[in-house]
């Protein structure tokens, strides 16, 4: 069973520049989550899709990131202005179930960002 | 913000030694789960313990819960090289959202 892909593994931006990242979740899962770890800290979820919906993005800075799955599959995250703080590793992750379920969430390798 | 957090931040130990990391967390859960993240790389899900149950195995893992208390430790016996990485727990609210601690260190040296 092919895992969480993501693209790309690394960027490098400067400040204020836009950034977009791809996931292709675990095929057949219904919940996409997509997670950002500064380094040194544990990840904090960004926004959880449930199919195409989105189930919770209250932790997500709508003012400069954004985020949709198209036909409830792919997802891609975008940044724009990207900032300093947006230096981190960004975690797409999935599992089968919805949300609530206490599924595992199968976790992609991770696009490390580094903002200039 | 941050449910968990473990302890020790860092640990030390020998191949052989047995590892045990804490993890305490503030409100209600409905399940507790410890991931594994190596240098560079994605979370590895180790294991899943639910809220109605105090201990749970899996290989070399030992996982206990203690919900009066709200905390939960890891044991890794017998540890190997392999296992060094950073060791994360994570709660799971009833959304299926999970939460994240800090996470421990491990480093075992051969």
């Known amino acids: 069973e092919a895992g969480v892909a993501q693209s790309p593994r690394y960027k490098i931006i400067e400040k204020r520049q836009s950034v977009a990242f791809w996931c292709n979740p675990i095929?057949?899962?219904?919940?996409l989550y997509w997670y950002q770890q500064i380094l040194g800290q544990g990840p904090k979820l960004l926004i959880q899709?449930?199919?195409?919906?989105?189930?919770?993005d209250s932790q997500l800075p709508k003012d400069r990131f954004s985020a949709e799955r198209l036909k409830g599959v792919d997802s891609t995250l975008k940044i724009q202005p990207a900032k300093l703080e947006d230096s981190a590793v960004y975690l797409c992750?999935?599992?089968?179930?919805?949300?609530?379920?206490?599924?595992?969430?199968?976790f992609g390798p991770g696009t490390r960002l580094t903002v200039l | 913000s941050q449910q968990g957090e473990e302890d020790p931040q860092a640990l030390s130990i020998q191949e052989g030694e047995n590892a045990t990391m804490n993890c305490s967390y503030k409100?209600?859960?409905?399940?507790l789960q410890w991931y594994r993240q190596n240098s560079g790389r994605g979370l590895v899900h180790l294991i899943l313990?639910?809220?109605?149950?105090r201990e749970k195995h899996s290989g070399r893992l030992r996982v206990t819960l203690d919900t009066s208390k709200k905390s939960s430790s890891l044991l890794i016996t017998a540890s190997r090289a392999a296992d060094t990485a950073s060791y994360f727990c994570?709660?799971?609210?009833?959304?299926?959202?999970?939460?994240f601690g800090q996470g421990t260190e491990l480093s075992v040296k051969p």
């Open positions: 992750a999935s599992s089968l179930n919805i949300a609530g379920a206490g599924d595992t969430q199968y």
């Open positions: 095929s057949g899962h219904a919940t």
């Open positions: 899709f449930q199919n195409n919906g989105v189930v919770d």
């Open positions: 409100t209600s859960i409905n399940n």
């Open positions: 313990i639910r809220s109605n149950e």
């Open positions: 994570a709660t799971d609210d009833q959304g299926g959202k999970l939460i």
